[in-house]
Structures are given as structure tokens and as C-alpha cells.
């Protein structure tokens, strides 16, 4: 009965123990773990022993681009005459079998008929010997071995001057006397000049010092020398070579002192 009783006693110990030893781990409070971050170490300034000074910039010389001259305008103590061709009696017209000369807008026109025939204009402009001449000289329609120019001092008491232009793109110079035409300067290449049809040609004259020089669109030609004191109206030719018909156009005429 001792017996008994003892193992009932040390088994409510034991149990007294085990309740004990639960509550006490539901009881525990878990470790907080505090991880410690080290401090950011800013850099520190480093010091500048060789502080930058702004540095001028060296100015660069431009240098202009080239711009092409522009002829200026006349002075009017330059000009000798200026034809727009609006004044329909300065230039002789004609109509018949040959071909027709007729004003056009700003312009003369000479239509040759095909069938080697020549067509001519003279002008009431009287080219003094000293002079220097500008005009258009358009080929509207022509073949290569058409032929078209100016008449200078046309009649002089030392014959007419004829400045001729192929459609080919050459250039000559002769003289009309009584007594038959003279070759003053052999056919050549013309610098510069436009060939074919149509064709737009800036001619330019100048007589002085006894001597005639002939320029295409600003490039000179040739120069013909020596030359008489002459005088005697403009005028323009055109000669088609062939059985297709030539069609010329004058137009923008100046005519000044040189």
C-alpha cells in the first residue's frame, strides 16, 4: 500500500515538473538579433592644387565668300541709246518670199524662209566710231550652217562691217565694199557662245582706239585693227543655208560710250 501510494506521489512530481518546465518555454521571449550597418563614409574634398581659369577662345578670321560682280547700270551721261524694241519705227520690217521681219513684245524677229535667203533690218541708231554695244541675239530656229550677225556702220565711206555667228557656234568678221567682200577675220570657235535653237547669246561690241573688239556672253572673241574713223547706222542679217527656215530675235539693246 506504501508502495502504491509512493509511485502515485512521484508521479504527480513528476508531472509537476514536466507542467512547469512547459509553461516556463511558452514563456520565453525569442532574441531580437540587431545587425549593426556601418556608418557611410563620405569622401572628403579633395583639394585642387591646379585650379582651371577659363581660356579665351582665339577669334577665327572669316573670310568673306566671293561674290560674282553684277555689271551696274549706266550712267545716263554713258548712254548713247537704249532700245526695248516698244518704238516700232526705229527698226525697218518687211514680208515677202524671203522671210518676214516684224516686232514682236520687247523684241525684232527676223523669220527667214528656208531656201538660202537672207533677210536684213537696219535701224535709225547711228553708231559713232567710239562706242560699246550689248544686246540679245536669240536663235529661235536654225540649222548648223545657218548663219546670223550685226551690220555695223552700215554704208561708212569705208564700207559696211558685218559681224557673223553660225548656229555651230563660230564667229567671223568682213567688210561690204563696191567692189565685192572682204574676209577681215577667218571663221572660229566662239567661246562661250550657246549652239543650236533655241539659243540665248549676250553679244558685246567695242570700238575704240581704232580697234573692234567682239565678245560672247562676257568672253571676248577676238580684236580686229586698225580701223578709220566711221560712223553709220546698226542693223541685223540673218542668211538661212538650207531648205529649213531660220528664225532670229533681237532684243535688249544698249549702246554706250566705251
Known amino acids: 500500500m506504501r508502495k502504491r501510494n509512493f509511485q502515485l506521489l512521484l508521479i504527480g512530481v513528476v508531472t509537476l515538473i514536466c507542467l512547469g518546465a512547459c ?3 511558452d514563456n520565453h521571449t525569442p532574441e531580437v538579433t540587431v545587425t549593426l550597418v556601418p556608418p557611410t563614409l563620405q569622401p572628403s574634398p579633395t583639394f ?4 582651371r581659369t577659363p581660356t579665351p ?3 577665327i578670321p572669316m573670310t568673306p565668300e566671293p561674290t560674282e560682280s553684277t555689271p551696274s547700270s549706266p550712267q545716263p551721261e554713258d548712254l548713247i541709246a537704249s532700245d526695248d524694241f516698244a518704238d516700232q519705227q526705229t527698226w525697218q520690217t518687211s514680208s515677202g518670199a524671203s ?8 523684241a525684232l524677229s527676223l523669220a527667214v524662209s528656208g531656201g538660202k535667203n537672207t533677210l536684213t533690218s537696219i535701224s535709225s541708231h547711228e553708231l559713232p566710231f567710239d562706242f560699246y ?3 540679245n541675239l536669240d536663235a529661235q530656229m536654225c540649222s548648223p550652217e545657218d548663219q546670223y550677225g550685226l551690220i555695223l556702220w552700215n554704208n561708212s565711206s569705208s564700207g559696211t562691217f558685218r559681224v557673223w555667228f553660225s548656229c555651230a557656234g563660230h564667229v567671223m568678221l ?3 565694199l563696191p567692189s565685192g567682200t572682204t574676209v577681215l577675220q577667218k571663221w572660229q570657235t566662239a567661246r562661250k557662245f550657246q549652239i543650236g535653237s533655241p539659243a540665248k547669246n549676250r553679244i558685246g561690241i567695242r570700238s575704240q582706239n581704232n ?3 567682239i565678245s560672247v556672253n562676257g568672253t571676248n572673241q577676238f580684236t580686229y585693227s586698225p580701223l578709220n574713223k566711221l560712223s553709220g547706222p546698226l542693223g541685223v542679217i540673218a542668211q538661212s543655208s538650207g531648205d529649213l527656215p531660220l528664225t532670229i530675235q533681237l532684243s535688249n539693246l544698249q549702246i554706250l560710250k566705251p
Open 48 to 51: 585642387d592644387w591646379f585650379p
Open 57 to 59: 577662345t582665339p577669334a
Open 211 to 213: 580697234s573692234l573688239e
Open 174 to 176: 568682213d567688210r561690204v
Open 23 to 25: 509553461q516556463t518555454e
Open 99 to 106: 522671210g518676214t521681219v516684224a516686232y514682236e513684245v520687247n
Open 133 to 135: 554695244l550689248e544686246l
